[in-house]
């Protein structure tokens, strides 16, 4: 590990995705689904563990069920001594309330830390799709000697309400002098104003000062217990953070192409549009990256399957993933993700969509510009995403860019 320092890991996962609904109906924002096979948590698990980090805990708390049951399956560094990544739902162990944020999160899991006596503690967001080196962001923290480190990397200016934006130190550029979380407006950058420095979500802490900031800032009545919020700012305000920008960052396997990609799929439209990257002939984030593996659950499936239908009509799918369990039978499949054990028949059409596991698309049936959940049932001849009027009237969310979200189980008819 860098430069010998113990390193634990922390991945926030308790955030409620409320933009992603009704993805997020019955499940916590990083246990979503992506890109067939994945779960939003495994990047954030993957980067961790490719750097290295062998003790990790998930701090989860709302709607966490099906998320601790993935980390536990999914997750299990077995074999290595006391090695481990670990759920832990919100214990209540500083009385009878929930985490009030994220700073509050960790602030009540601090005997995690201090059981393991770490030299750092990297702190990470859990519904981003990247990929991160974060042994080189921690050698940088430790060069610093500051008490702080945020990841940071450039996003286009009319975002800057929803990241924490930074400015940096006229005099030292790896200073952070002014951090403002979520503003309605922002300066662009010097050399590109049209963009700003926007913070990733992820930290590197000394463990002491990590402590001691998440204990004073629990102590107040003004703060909202927020990391991007209340925590980071305070070190900013005692000129103790500094900033690491992912283009720093060399991922082994990666190309000048994916190296710079980091993507919030916090709305349905950037996690379509996360989606189309993926199944085009050169996407920008390349799964097929074996240096740097993102790992998820070995499904125990058969693999896909493509045929012709009974008659002997052919099928055709083109650019698109199916994923294991998956059986295609004289079915137009394009541009589109499938889930595991999807099963598409003849005469179906599945274009510009992503579908989750146990998909069932029957004979004739049209799904077009949709998302739909795991075990949804599109009956033979049925219709979506084709008259937006008729899928609200059936209670299905529709984007205002057209795209149809159909939830968990649904069973559509003609
Ligand atoms: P947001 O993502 O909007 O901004 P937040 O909702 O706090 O901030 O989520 C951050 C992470 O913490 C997510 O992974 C979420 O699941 C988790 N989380 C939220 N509340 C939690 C709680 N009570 N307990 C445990 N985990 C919780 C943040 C930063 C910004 C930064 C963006 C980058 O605050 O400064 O720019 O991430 O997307």
């Known amino acids: 590990m860098v430069a010998s320092k113990k390193i634990f890991g922390i991945v926030l996962a308790g955030g409620e995705g409320k933009r992603l609904m009704p993805l997020t109906a019955d ?10 096979q994945y779960r939003l948590i495994d990047f954030a698990l993957s980067n961790l563990i490719n750097s290295g980090l ?16 993935h980390v536990s399956q999914t997750w299990r560094l077995s074999g290595l ?40 503690v ?11 080196d974060f042994r080189e962001m921690v050698q940088a923290h430790i060069d610093s000697g500051r008490g702080a480190t945020v990841a940071a990397i450039r996003q286009p200016i009319e975002l800057s309400d929803q990241f924490g934006v930074i400015q940096l130190d006229a005099n030292d550029p790896t200073k952070i002098s002014e951090f403002l979380e979520k503003p309605i407006n922002a300066d662009g950058l010097a050399d ?70 980091w993507r919030d799929v916090g709305t349905i439209d950037s996690f379509f549009e996360a989606h189309q ?46 994923s294991l369990g998956s059986l295609i039978s004289g079915a137009h499949i394009e541009r589109s993700v499938l889930g595991s054990w999807s099963k598409i028949e003849s005469g179906a059409r599945v274009v510009d969509s992503v579908l989750f596991d146990r998909v069932e698309v029957q004979p004739d049936a049209i799904v077009q510009r ?38 968990k189980g649904v069973r559509v008819t003609p």
Do not use: C
């Open 54 to 69: 062998t003790q990790i805990v998930v701090l989860t708390q709302y709607k966490s069920h099906s998320l601790d049951r």
């Open 277 to 322: 990257d993926l199944i085009s002939t050169l996407p920008i984030f390349n799964l097929y990256n074996s240096a740097w593996p993102i790992f998820s659950q070995q499904l125990n499936s058969p693999p896909a399957k493509f045929v012709r239908d009974a008659k002997g009509n052919l099928g055709t799918t083109i650019d698109s993933i199916v």
């Open 192 to 261: 590109a104003p049209h963009e700003v420095l926007a913070s990733m979500g992820n930290y590197v802490f000394s463990t002491d000062a990590l402590i001691e900031a998440v204990i004073r800032d629990g102590e107040r009545t003004d703060s909202n217990h927020d990391m991007g919020g209340d925590i980071i700012p305070a070190f900013v305000e005692a000129g103790d953070a500094g900033v690491y920008d992912l283009k720093n960052n060399d991922v082994p396997g990666s190309t000048d192409r994916d190296r710079y990609y």
């Open 81 to 120: 001594l006391n090695s481990y990544v670990a759920s832990v739902p919100a214990q209540q162990r500083l009385g009878k309330r929930w985490f009030s944020g994220s700073a509050d999160a960790i602030l009540q899991s601090l005997n995690l830390i201090r059981d393991e006596k770490p030299d750092i």
């Open 27 to 36: 499940r916590a924002k990083p246990a979503v689904p992506f890109a067939g």
């Open 370 to 407: 949709a998302i739909l959940d795991k075990d949804v049932v599109v009956e033979a001849g049925a219709t979506i995403g084709v008259d937006h009027a008729r899928d609200r009237a059936r209670g299905f969310t529709v984007t205002e860019s057209g795209l149809t979200v159909v939830g």
């Open 122 to 132: 990297v702190v990470v967001g859990a519904d981003h799709v990247y990929r991160m």
